[in-house]
């Protein structure tokens, strides 16, 4: 069963740009959860989607929004890019909201 | 909201035992605990639901006190294969909907 996987793997933006970012979760799983990691700041969530709807939002500003399509493939967008959202970019598939598969993420630079 | 994780760093000799704390202001539905090793995705170790139960993967295994609202992740005779970031992450939901809060990782090194 293929994984997780996400694209593009590498992202260089420069301020002010917006950017998207592109989760295909494990075949069968409907649930896709989106984080944010930086150096010291471990796993911060942003949103979880499941069946098209978005379940729960973490604590970031309204330019991050995501969505999720009918084959459950789910993107993440940041608008208006700014330094502070270099980061790598992790989903997450998970079937009955229990064990959850990462993705090997996107690493976002902004310049 | 975010999980405290104790220590934030341990250096261990290759065999030595080492234990991870977790805990939470919040009650807890599940505890997860993931390990991420330099430069890969984390990988799921194990999930505790609420009940003070205790598992066990290989030599690692963690407990969950639910009306302490903490979890360990205990690592016996440690191997050098063991090394990496251990997060441990809350689920606090009391419905169908998943909200798992990570903690900011301990990192774990083990020496030959």
């Known amino acids: 069963k293929a994984g997780v996987t996400q694209t593009p793997r590498y992202l260089i933006k420069t301020r002010g740009q917006q950017v998207t970012l592109s989760c295909s979760p494990i075949s069968g799983h409907r649930s896709v959860s989106w984080y944010q990691q930086t150096p010291g700041q471990g796993l911060q969530f942003l949103f979880e989607?499941?069946?098209?709807?978005?379940?729960n939002k973490g604590n970031f500003p309204g330019r991050f929004s995501g969505r999720q399509f009918s084959n459950s493939r789910s993107e993440m967008n940041v608008s208006t890019l700014e330094l502070g959202d270099s980061a790598l970019y992790l989903c997450a598939s998970s079937l009955l909201d229990n064990e959850q598969f990462f993705g090997p993420g996107t690493r976002l630079t902004v310049l | 909201q975010q999980p405290v994780q104790s220590p934030q760093a341990v250096i261990l000799r290759e065999g030595e035992d080492a234990v991870i704390n977790c805990s939470s202001s919040?009650?807890?539905?599940?505890v997860h605990w993931y390990r991420q090793k330099h430069g890969e995705a984390p990988v799921f170790l194990m999930i505790?639901?609420?009940?003070?139960e205790q598992k066990g993967h290989d030599k690692i295994s963690a407990s969950f006190n639910e009306k302490k609202q903490q979890s360990s992740l205990y690592l016996t005779a440690s191997q050098l294969s063991y090394s990496g970031t251990y997060f441990c992450?809350?689920?606090?939901?009391?419905?169908?909907?998943?909200?798992?809060?990570f903690g900011s990782g301990t990192r774990l090194s083990i020496r030959p």
């Open positions: 919040k009650a807890l539905y599940s």
């Open positions: 989607y499941f069946s098209e709807t978005q379940r």
């Open positions: 505790l639901l609420k009940g003070g």
């Open positions: 992450g809350t689920d606090g939901r009391y419905s169908s909907a998943s909200k798992i809060i």
